[in-house]
């Protein structure tokens, strides 16, 4: 059975830093997208980033050039480093995993939900301001 489990959740001021991982177990994360997701309080589950089978990126344009997504192949984990937080980046952070993709995925498929087949249970992310 795949499963996703994410650590790396927790508190912390706003200015700082944390780091999010996803380790895969039951299935393989290297023919698919990985993305991670957010849901804040009374909101919609929204996109934040993802990275496809060539290791190209994409981000929310609220986070980027402040998170980073990274893939571990061979460990078959997924990260999302997270810099100058803050507090409007509090929320439950998921990962996910989409079915078999082709070499390049595109914008409108990463960042659409219904593309992921796989989730995990998320893990919550507070930045106190």
């Known amino acids: 059975q795949a499963q996703l489990v994410e650590s790396g959740g927790g508190l912390v001021q706003a200015g700082g830093s944390m780091r999010l991982s996803c380790a895969a177990s039951g299935r393989t994360i290297t023919e698919a997208v990985t993305g991670w997701f957010r849901q804040a309080p009374g909101k919609e589950r929204e996109f934040v980033a993802a990275i496809d089978r060539s290791g190209s990126t994409y981000y929310a344009d609220s986070v980027k050039g402040r998170f980073t997504i990274s893939r571990d192949n061979a460990k078959k984990t997924a990260s999302l480093q997270m810099t100058s937080l803050k507090p409007d980046d509090t929320a439950v952070y998921y990962c996910?995993?989409?079915?078999?993709?082709?070499?390049?995925?595109?914008?409108?498929?990463?960042?659409?939900?219904?593309?992921?087949?796989?989730w995990g249970q998320g893990t919550q992310v507070t930045v106190s301001s």
């Open positions: 996910a995993v989409t079915r078999r993709t082709a070499y390049y995925a595109t914008r409108d498929y990463v960042m659409a939900q219904e593309s992921y087949v796989t």
